[in-house]
């Protein structure tokens, strides 16, 4: 079972609003991450938790902010976004095997965003 | 930095028919990963295949298998009997063994199957 979910789907807020996007995985896994994806490029790592510790900000504006309530949970909570914050935002999450050395990536469906 | 190229932007193939994409990066790193994946229009980003450049056997998954040249730094994906669900955009990803958190993509290949 390689699955990653998240909510919503989809999600229109306008710039004042104050939303929140989740992402959940039950694989065990102890690393979680975000993306941003525009329309035909690839995703763009946003944050990293490992070991629901916050490893990596790739220099994120803070109207971005990241929540890892417990090791399944991932969320982003997003406050006075901008319409150029309109994209595709990925949840992906890994787990080091002693089969596998590297972190294969599993990827959810994302959330699809618009902000008006 | 490492850096992923897809020079292909858009490739068509017919239905059973063969496709190669092509993908090539640059690093110093001598141990590093590489992935394909595969992103249909309902978005959700699947793993396709990946190899450990420490392993000189190509990668294999059913239909899908990788041409790796490790001197050359080439990683390019064949799709045999290609299927219309295959359809997607394809992403290369490069990640370094001592860095396993990020994933560096190229810009994607387009691929459309034909009927």
């Known amino acids: 079972d390689t699955e990653v979910t998240q909510t919503p789907k989809h999600l229109v807020m306008g710039m004042t609003n104050k939303k929140s996007l989740k992402c959940e995985q039950h694989?065990?896994?102890?690393?979680m991450y975000w993306y941003k994806q525009k329309a035909k490029k690839p995703p763009e790592l946003m944050f990293v938790?490992?070991?629901?510790?916050?490893?990596i900000n790739e220099s994120v504006p803070s109207r971005f902010s990241p929540e890892c309530p417990n090791s399944s949970l991932l969320n982003l909570h997003l406050h006075a976004l901008q319409p150029e914050d309109s994209a595709l935002y990925l949840c992906?999450?890994?787990?080091?095997?002693?089969?596998?050395?590297?972190?294969?990536?599993?990827f959810g469906p994302g959330t699809r965003l618009l902000v008006l | 930095a490492q850096t992923v190229t897809q020079s292909q932007p858009e490739m068509s193939v017919q239905e059973a028919e063969t496709v190669t994409l092509s993908c090539t990066y640059d690093?110093?790193?001598?141990?590093?990963?590489l992935f394909w994946y595969k992103q249909p229009p309902s978005r959700q980003m699947i793993l396709v295949i990946r190899?450990?450049?420490?392993?000189?056997q190509n990668a294999t998954e059913n239909r899908f298998s990788v041409n790796f040249q490790k001197a050359a730094k080439s990683f390019s994906l064949k799709i045999s009997d290609s299927q219309l669900g295959d359809t997607a955009m394809y992403f290369c990803?490069?990640?370094?063994?001592?860095?396993?958190?990020?994933?560096?993509f190229g810009t994607g290949t387009r691929l459309q199957v034909f009927p």
């Open positions: 992906a999450s890994s787990q080091e095997s002693r089969t596998s050395p590297f972190r294969t990536q599993y």
């Open positions: 990803a490069f990640m370094k063994r001592r860095n396993t958190d990020k994933l560096i």
């Open positions: 694989m065990g896994h102890r690393a």
């Open positions: 938790y490992s070991y629901e510790k916050l490893s």
């Open positions: 690093t110093s790193e001598n141990n590093y990963y």
């Open positions: 190899q450990e450049a420490y392993k000189q």
